[in-house]
């Protein structure tokens, strides 16, 4: 069984940064999709972040220009560096990889990120 384990969250004032990093038990063969998704308290989860095996990333419009998401399909890991962050952001922030070999969901357990005012 393949666990995903982020790290990186923490509590940060508005206007500051956090690296999360998203790493797998053992090597996932495969990846055709990585995400970063959160989900606040009362809402659906919802993808902020996504890269493809090919390396094509798309962003959520309200993290467009703050939020680089980047990864490396070999190790199975992922990244997410977060800036000029808001209240908004506060949320627990889960990451995702996608095997077309296995057919495969894999989710981390969430880390949480608090921005304060």
């Known amino acids: 069984q393949v666990e995903l384990v982020e790290s990186g969250g923490g509590l940060v004032q508005a206007g500051g940064s956090l690296r999360l990093s998203c790493g797998a038990s053992?090597?996932?063969?495969?990846?055709?999709?990585m995400g970063w998704y959160r989900q606040a308290p009362g809402t659906e989860r919802e993808l902020v972040a996504g890269?493809?095996?090919?390396?094509?990333?798309n962003y959520a419009d309200y993290v467009q220009g703050r939020f680089t998401i980047s990864g490396d399909i070999a190790k199975s890991t992922l990244f997410l560096q977060m800036n000029s962050l808001k209240p908004e952001d506060t949320a627990v922030y889960y990451c995702?990889?996608?095997?077309?070999?296995?057919?495969?969901?894999?989710w981390g357990q969430g880390t949480q990120v608090t921005v304060s005012s």
């Open positions: 995702r990889i996608h095997s077309w070999n296995t057919g495969n969901d894999y």
């Open positions: 053992r090597s996932i063969p495969g990846i055709n999709h």
């Open positions: 890269i493809s095996g090919a390396g094509r990333t």
